[in-house]
Every structure is written in C-alpha cells, then in structure tokens.
Nanobody, 116 residues
C-alpha cells in the first residue's frame, strides 16, 4: 500500500522559511518523479516543484530561486525547502507522484500560512 505523509507546515511570517517533508511508503522516491503542488485558497492546485529519479529538478516560475526540492534516499523522504516566503505562498501543500495512469498517489497535505 502506497502512502505519502506530509509534515512541516505551519504559520510563518513573510520572509521566513519552512521545510516540508514527505515520507513515502510502498514506493521508492528514487524510482519515481516526486512532486510538490500547492493549492491557495480559492485557486486551483499548482505544481511547485518536482524531482526525477535521476535527480533533476524543475520549479514553477513563482517559486524558482526560493524553493528547493530534495530527497533523502535512506529515509525515502522528499523535502521542500521554502525560503523568503511570500503571502501568495499560503496554501495546502501536497506531495504526489504518478507511477502510471492507474497509480496516482497524493498525500493528505500540509497547510502553510504566511502572514504579513
């Protein structure tokens, strides 16, 4: 059974930092493209960052230079380091992956609130 469990969200002032974690079970983060998406209040879910099995990363323009996605193979965990947080970064952050058309997995999400 595949599970993705996020943690690390919270309340932070603008300009602050948070590190989100996604602990995976039932799959290897090194064998799948792992992604972080976020959903701001009243908006559609957007992809923030991804990391491929080869370790290549890609970021949305809105977070480029501020967010860093990484993984710890031994802990089978994916991280999202978020720096210089802005009010617009407020939302629920989800870890997810798509193994194939029938196997798409999402975590339950962790809430990030950036205050002024």
């Amino acid at each position: 059974q595949v599970r993705l469990v996020e943690s690390g969200g919270g309340l932070v002032q603008a300009g602050g930092s948070l590190r989100l974690s996604c602990v995976a079970s039932g799959l290897l983060v090194t064998s799948n493209t792992m992604k972080w998406s976020y959903q701001a209040p009243g908006k559609q879910r957007e992809l923030a960052a991804l990391i491929t099995p080869d370790g290549d990363t890609n970021y949305a323009d809105s977070v480029k230079g501020r967010f860093t996605i990484s993984r710890d193979n031994a802990k089978n965990t994916v991280y999202l380091e978020m720096n210089n947080l802005k009010l617009d970064d407020t939302g629920v952050y989800y870890c997810h992956t798509k193994m194939d058309i029938l196997r798409v997995y999402w975590g339950q999400g962790t809430r990030v609130t950036v205050s002024s």
